[in-house]
């Protein structure tokens, strides 16, 4: 029987999630037995690989004398430990498009200044912004908050507590609105959320709010319920599982340790972000109904009696203000609902035309073909090859 250490937190549903993930994969092997442990200290040595959250330096330096296999999952780099992690540039280019598709033109960032993912998750989404020409104002968070940012802070975050509220405040209040934040998890976001309801800011109407994780607990709580961003962290804790096996199975493993950056699953769409800033408003009520309504057999003419307005009119303003045909739209927000669900999920291809609310398989596969180069299933493979893609290359730095 293998014993296999973790300390991963548990107090949040991304660090569930990853347990799961690792507890489905120990089902497999039938000789492991799993273990949650605080810390490396002394007695450890009995334990056969660890999978870690390697928040520090001391920790890291504990676990390297043992000499067993670790695979890190907060990736440190060049740690010398295997890395399962989420492709948190992804993520990030997830959000942007998000919020691009949304029509806004002002954006914010708030997250930890120095805490790995979050920085990464910041860089990414201020390059992805660039590239399209929109600047992004970015929540610097305060020295004295950081400097307390300690272990405990990083595994068991507070909900209720915000530490540097004030500042916070000051900065939601700076913002160009409407604008559209992108939290690098939800308990950010579900601070922000709360913050905004104190100051009289509006959310979604003024702050459209974006977080990571879909810790559904967070994002329900929350007035009004919290868009997130799915990272996979069931299968983020399986291939971590994965990678320790062969690092406890092959020495070229064990001497080369693998690094693995696995994509989102999708953003989960709720109330925070549901929202189009254009004019007039009704533009943003039709768009919000297309999407609610996508996987029905929607029609044109279903959006025109949903608002009340006559074709002319409707068709006149969505040509005006997005370029756009209602009966386009509708096929657009078909094809996004399709993509997310060759990747979300193992549905056959005719099934997914289905739920997208195509009338048939074919006539989606000509549409999809057409709008990205490639049928259905050669997307699916493509991007559901690069799950389990190893690199070497840091995303970044602590």
């Given amino acids: 029987m293998k014993k296999i250490a973790l300390t991963v937190e548990r107090s949040r549903a991304y660090g569930r999630r990853f347990c799961e993930g690792v507890a489905e994969y120990a089902q497999t092997k039938g000789d492991w037995s799993l273990e949650f442990v605080p810390d490396v200290k002394g007695g450890a040595t009995h334990?056969?690989?660890?999978?870690?959250?390697?928040?520090?330096?001391?920790?890291?330096?504990?676990?390297?004398?043992?000499?067993?296999?670790?695979?890190?999952?907060?990736?440190?780099?060049?740690?010398?430990?295997?890395?399962?992690?989420?492709?948190?540039?992804?993520?990030?280019?997830?959000?942007?498009?998000?919020?691009?598709?949304?029509?806004?033109?002002?954006?914010?960032?708030?997250?930890?200044?120095?805490?790995?993912?979050?920085?990464?998750?910041?860089?990414?989404?201020?390059?992805?912004?660039?590239?399209?020409?929109?600047?992004?104002?970015?929540?610097?968070t305060p020295h004295r908050i950081l400097a307390n940012?300690?272990?405990?802070?990083?595994l068991n975050e507070c909900v209720e507590e915000i530490p540097d509220e004030?500042?916070?405040?000051k900065w939601l209040r700076g913002l160009t609105l409407p604008c559209a934040v992108f939290c690098c998890h939800d308990l950010r976001s579900y601070q922000l959320s709360k913050i905004c309801r104190k100051i009289g800011l509006r959310v979604p109407e003024d702050v459209a709010i974006l977080g990571v994780d879909d810790d559904t607990l967070l994002c329900s709580f929350s007035t009004p319920m919290l868009s997130s961003i799915d990272p996979d962290a069931f299968g983020?804790?399986?291939?971590?599982?994965?990678?320790?096996?062969?690092?406890?199975?092959?020495?070229?493993?064990?001497?080369?340790?693998?690094?693995?950056?696995?994509p989102p699953k999708g953003v989960v769409t709720r109330a925070s972000s549901e929202i189009y800033p254009v004019d007039p408003p009704w533009i943003s009520k039709a768009l919000v109904f297309i999407r609610k309504n996508v996987r029905d057999r929607l029609s044109a003419s279903d959006?025109?009696?949903?608002?009340?307005l006559s074709h002319a009119v409707v068709e006149k303003a969505f040509k005006a203000t997005l370029g756009t045909t209602v009966q386009r739209e509708i096929m657009r927000s078909r094809l996004e609902e399709a993509l997310h669900l060759l990747i979300a999920t193992q549905e056959p291809v005719v099934r997914v035309a289905s739920l997208a609310g195509f009338a048939s398989a074919q006539y989606f596969c000509r549409n999809f073909t057409s709008a990205y180069g490639m049928s259905?299933?050669?997307?699916?493979?493509?991007?559901?090859?690069?799950?389990?893609?190893?690199?070497?290359?840091?995303?970044?730095?602590?």
């Fill in 303 to 308: 959006v025109f009696a949903h608002l009340g």
């Fill in 166 to 169: 004030a500042e916070l405040e």
């Fill in 149 to 154: 940012f300690t272990r405990d802070v990083i």
């Fill in 376 to 398: 259905p299933q050669q997307y699916r493979e493509k991007k559901c090859s690069k799950t389990s893609r190893k690199t070497s290359t840091a995303q970044t730095s602590d």
């Fill in 236 to 262: 983020i804790g399986y291939e971590a599982a994965r990678i320790l096996d062969r690092m406890m199975t092959s020495s070229t493993a064990a001497a080369h340790p693998p690094a693995s950056f696995l």
């Fill in 47 to 140: 334990y056969d690989g660890f999978i870690f959250r390697v928040l520090d330096e001391d920790s890291a330096r504990r676990l390297r004398s043992l000499h067993k296999p670790v695979v890190d999952v907060f990736f440190r780099q060049n740690s010398g430990f295997g890395v399962a992690d989420a492709d948190n540039a992804a993520i990030s280019r997830l959000a942007v498009s998000h919020f691009l598709t949304r029509k806004f033109v002002n954006f914010g960032f708030c997250g930890y200044d120095g805490i790995r993912y979050s920085d990464a998750r910041r860089d990414e989404f201020v390059r992805e912004l660039a590239k399209s020409g929109y600047p992004c104002s970015v929540y610097r």
